[in-house]
């Protein structure tokens, strides 16, 4: 498997980047986030982590600026129906930090504004990586309380008024 790629960056667009590494100029797909913080960083030298995906009639290299942005890619391609383009545009609507927000909060609106992404889609993405997000630690509780529609901050308020 392959872990990232340090190399020269040749060219950059909004859905993908060339790296030359070793004298050969590899294609790796990425999303607006890593695009945007590609291109305000200004390197030449760049190190992007990698997902290598292998299908029958396809290879392709997925790009992230950060592990973080791997992994939660990585946890959106297992849920059934987000195959890479999807889970690449989720990324790029929204950052990781949010959208793990938006899953934890289970905010069906928000992962469903996401183009291509339906209700049924939405639904089964919150179901089944609310635990595995969770596990993670990647999301900070406190940014889910900071939310104004969260359910979880009006809970607990109501609970706080109804102790005094």
């Given at each position: 498997?392959?872990?990232?790629?340090?190399?020269?960056?040749?060219?950059?667009n909004?859905?993908?980047?060339v790296?030359e590494?070793?004298g050969?100029?590899?294609r790796?797909?990425?999303?607006?986030?890593?695009f945007?913080?590609?291109?305000?960083?200004?390197l030449?030298?760049?190190k992007?982590?990698?997902?290598?995906h292998?299908?029958?009639?396809?290879?392709?290299f997925?790009?992230?600026?950060d592990r973080?942005?791997?992994?939660?890619?990585?946890?959106?391609?297992?849920v059934?129906?987000?195959?890479?383009?999807?889970?690449?545009?989720?990324l790029s609507?929204?950052?990781?930090?949010?959208?793990?927000?938006?899953?934890?909060?289970?905010?069906v609106?928000r992962?469903k504004?996401?183009?291509?992404i339906?209700?049924k889609?939405?639904?089964?993405?919150?179901?089944?990586?609310?635990?595995?997000?969770?596990?993670?630690g990647?999301a900070d509780?406190?940014?889910?309380?900071?939310?104004?529609?969260?359910t979880v901050?009006e809970?607990?308020?109501?609970a706080?008024?109804t102790?005094?």
């Open positions: 498997m392959y872990e990232y790629i340090t190399g020269r960056l040749t060219e950059l909004p859905a993908d980047a790296v590494c070793g050969f100029g590899y790796i797909l990425i999303s607006l986030s890593t945007s913080k590609l291109q305000n960083a200004g030449e030298s760049v992007l982590y990698l997902h290598h292998l299908r029958e009639e396809e290879e392709a997925y790009g992230f600026f973080d942005e791997r992994s939660l890619f990585e946890q959106l391609i297992s059934s129906g987000v195959g890479p383009n999807t889970a690449r545009m989720m609507s929204m950052s990781s930090d949010e959208l793990r927000t938006a899953i934890l909060s289970q905010d609106n992962i504004g996401v183009k291509g339906g209700l889609t939405a639904q089964r993405v919150i179901l089944e990586l609310k635990d595995k997000v969770d596990k993670a990647c509780i406190a940014a889910i309380a900071g939310q104004p529609d969260s901050r809970e607990a308020l109501g706080l008024v102790l005094g």
